[in-house]
């Protein structure tokens, strides 16, 4: 029987019309807007000013803390100007805009595609690297990694668990990396196995994708530390918590981290953005984002340089289709709808969905049935409609010992929920509140 999480959870439509799409390149855009915040934490200082000239791979704002990472420049040009563009978020954020002249990188990075293994290396360079690479995680959430693989003290890891399980509908990006840069990630396993001191390495993936676990399994053999499983097809496998128990029957109790458990999860897109920190000394200034739709006529995955503007990715993937309704960035379940088709690409972004207007729009909304899918399908065991009904009438109080603030924001709810209730945001609505009133507690 195939592991996974024994509570709650859905199964969409997985739609992965661009699997088996092998990563492609696209002519690099006239200008870039590359965000200075591209992570959870504060956001990185710009170092560099209007007109100074850069290169691809140059740190172009540095980090303002802890919590918080290195951006670089994914081009060479001149730089116009520093200023506020919209962003997937919604808001105006402050960019870097460069005018892009030519291709030039730094002398420092290893631009062969000649596999690199040099597992020699101290736990602190290996930090350092990542540190200077600025390196977050890829899975979405986008948290600066040296932090996640900064052990507290009094606590210890056991499993390092690679996320490879790419659940959300549409998403393609993680598993054609797999495919054709599978050596290349188990190095980066190994480098983040060292730092964490972690005794195995356990790498989940969805049993959807036979071909990366084939792959993965025969050159994991090589490592004797290292085990590839194959998972039932059932979203939100990836998430974290969801992911520790598949593979390991352990439960991260309520307000905690899978450290609490002995775990460290890291994205695959992250282990391979390691590999290249390290054994490449590249920075993040590039990642693969598939671009996909029932009415996209060539599905794409693309590696594409941070700060490109969406519609160059739409573009190559065959246009806008004449009934779009909405485009997403990231897949359907979590992604979030964009203002306009020109919002930059940036670390966190794993695609560009294009729905059709009969698929973006919100579904007719009734009054609450109590029919309790919401609560048969939540992976946390929360009970959905009555923390929505809390956070209407602002009972923050009863929302925190209810543990609004374990929800995943996975949407089960929303999508199971017959009656159209918009579960899911008043959920994020009550969660922010609460966090501001918790954060105000505390200063």
């Excluded at 040296?146 to 003290?153: A, D, E, Q, Y």
Aim: with cysteine.
């Amino acid at each position: 029987m195939l592991k996974t999480f024994p509570l709650g959870g859905v199964h969409p439509k997985e739609n992965k019309f661009s699997a088996g799409k092998k990563i492609e390149n696209i002519d690099l855009p006239k200008i870039v807007n590359i965000p200075i915040s591209q992570h959870i934490g504060s956001p990185a200082q710009a170092i560099v000013a209007k007109g100074d000239s850069v290169k691809v791979g140059q740190l172009i704002a540095k980090s303002t803390g802890f919590v918080s990472a290195n951006i670089h420049s994914s081009v060479s040009g001149k730089v116009l100007k520093i200023d506020k563009v919209l962003d997937l978020s919604g808001y105006k954020q402050t960019c870097i805009i460069i005018e892009v002249e030519n291709d030039e990188w730094i002398e420092s990075i290893d631009r062969t595609k000649d596999l690199v293994n040099n597992l020699d290396i101290s736990i602190e360079d290996i930090k350092n690297k990542i540190i200077e690479n600025g390196i977050v995680g890829l899975g979405g959430a986008t948290f600066p990694t040296h932090v996640k693989l900064s052990i507290p003290p009094g606590k210890s890891c056991k499993h390092l668990i690679i996320n490879a399980v790419e659940c959300e509908p549409y998403l393609t990006s993680d598993h054609q990396l797999i495919l054709e840069k599978a050596d290349e990630i188990l190095v980066g396993c190994k480098l983040i196995q060292k730092v964490v001191g972690a005794e195995n390495v356990l790498i989940g993936i969805e049993n959807n994708k036979p071909d990366a676990i084939k792959l993965l399994s025969e050159k994991a053999k090589n490592y004797s530390d290292i085990e590839v499983h194959a998972l039932k097809v059932m979203y939100p496998q990836g998430g974290e918590k969801q992911l520790i128990k598949a593979l390991i029957k352990r439960e991260v109790p309520s307000g905690g981290l899978p450290i609490d458990v002995g775990c460290v999860v890291q994205n695959v897109g992250t282990a391979f953005a390691i590999y290249e920190a390290v054994q490449k000394n590249k920075p993040l200034i590039e990642r693969v984002v598939t671009v996909t739709g029932i009415s996209v006529s060539n599905p794409k995955n693309i590696l594409t340089r941070i700060g490109t503007p969406s519609d160059m990715l739409i573009a190559a993937a065959g246009g806008l289709p004449e009934n779009t309704g909405k485009i997403v960035s990231g897949g359907p379940m979590m992604g979030k709808a964009l203002a306009n088709d020109s919002v930059p690409i940036t670390k966190g972004s794993s695609g560009i969905l294009i729905l059709p207007e009969e698929k973006s729009s919100r579904p007719e909304h009734f009054n609450c049935i109590r029919c309790g899918r919401c609560i048969t399908v939540c992976p946390m065991g929360l009970e959905p409609y009555l923390l929505k009904n809390m956070a209407v009438v602002s009972m923050f109080e009863d929302l925190q010992k209810e543990k609004i603030l374990d929800c995943i924001e996975c949407g089960s709810c929303a999508y199971t929920c017959p009656a159209g209730e918009p579960l899911l945001d008043y959920i994020r609505l009550g969660k922010a509140n609460l966090n501001k009133i918790l954060r105000a507690k505390k200063s």
